[in-house]
């Protein structure tokens, strides 16, 4: 029997999902349908586009490499885009955060930060630490052992959770009580724990959760005094997302490994990395091979990617990145600060280019309500969870902002009148 060819879609229950329109082109923040319809992006491509999209100086840089060398594996021979791009990198990160190994999408970045911190342990003969550490809220991707490190209560893993690792859960530590707790934790604890990972200052696809510098300084000097590796996983809050080109310099935190993906090429190909300090390098030098990081993927380091990546890195020395999220993230408290006494409205937050309107319970059916509605006011923005939330892209202008924001407080305020105050 001939069956219709179907794309599988990500996140999607696919018997009620609504129809997947059709997507023709986009430019700046603007997407355009196959109806002609025009929307403004309110989500730059699960938070990839930072310079909006089509850039012409990352679009002429994949131009040009692929007339040259688009790809060529990463075994024995090296080009000179993955080289700049990690000459780039580690300029940017701080500290020695050197040394760059590459992949195609965050969560294989994540599986091979863990794969690392396990070895460096068994290289350095404590095979015994073999836990990670990750807190509630967190998400570090869809693959087996960054599920085991994602917040099991999340919605998105719960049928794989018997089959998962077992690590090891904590609150984040938020308050004095809280971190007083994690230290003694910490401090019985840290003899089986090869890493702590987790999201800095924000917790993206587990509910955009916003957790202070304090914070994460903090947990990032106990896992140092109790000599606890740290992993830090910037997939989501790198590249100006939360108002600095990391998050980590607003703590000044420096991690052992640093997990960066989505916006590193500026919403274009897919591209990874996973950059270690010198140290963690280290572990792995030796004579035999069972000392070295044996892992590859086939694509890693693909020289468009990284031509993408190095006209993107251009882009945020020569423009104003991180001024604009400055003025995104003064408007959209402006904006959304409107909508904190409306019923069912549980918590505005705003970090960066990220602004969140948090409501008192996880949507159902108003899922595919709200993404219609948003449809017909000409943005595009896509709920989850309890969340109705906007990460533009960097270069968004004030009147495009203004579009995103006016329908997040009509369409929530619609919201709670007919799905909430009157129920
Ligand atoms: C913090 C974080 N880590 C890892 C991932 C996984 O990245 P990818 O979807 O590219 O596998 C995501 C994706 O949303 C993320 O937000």
Known sequence: MTQNATVWRPYAQMQTALPAREIVSTEGAT???ADGRKLIDGVASWWTAC?????????QAIQQQAATLPHFMLGELIHQPAQTLAKKLSKLLPGDLNHVFYSESGSVAVEIAMKMALQYWINHQTPERQQFVYFQHGYHGDTFFTMSVSDPQDGIHPPFQTMLPPQLLRPIPTTASLLEEFEKWLSNNSHRIAA????????????????????LRAICELCRRFDVLIIMDEVFTGFGRTGSLFAIEQADVLPDIVC???ALTGGTLPLAATIAR????????GETPDKGLMHGTTFMGNALACAAANASLDLFASQPRIQQVALIEELLMAELQTLKDVPGVKDVRVKGAIGVVQLAKPMTTELNWFKQRFIEDGVWCRPFGDIVYTTPALTISHEELLSITNAIVKQVTTWSKHFYTHK
Not at 196 to 210: F, H, R, S, T, Y
């Open 51 to 59: 310079h909006g999209y089509n850039h012409p100086h990352i679009i």
């Open 31 to 33: 997407l355009t349908l």
């Open 260 to 262: 960066l993906s989505k």
């Open 278 to 285: 010198h140290h963690v390098f280290q572990a792995f030098l």
């Open 196 to 215: 702590l990972i987790l999201e800095p200052l924000v917790q993206g696809a587990g509910g955009m959760k916003i957790y202070s510098t304090d914070t």
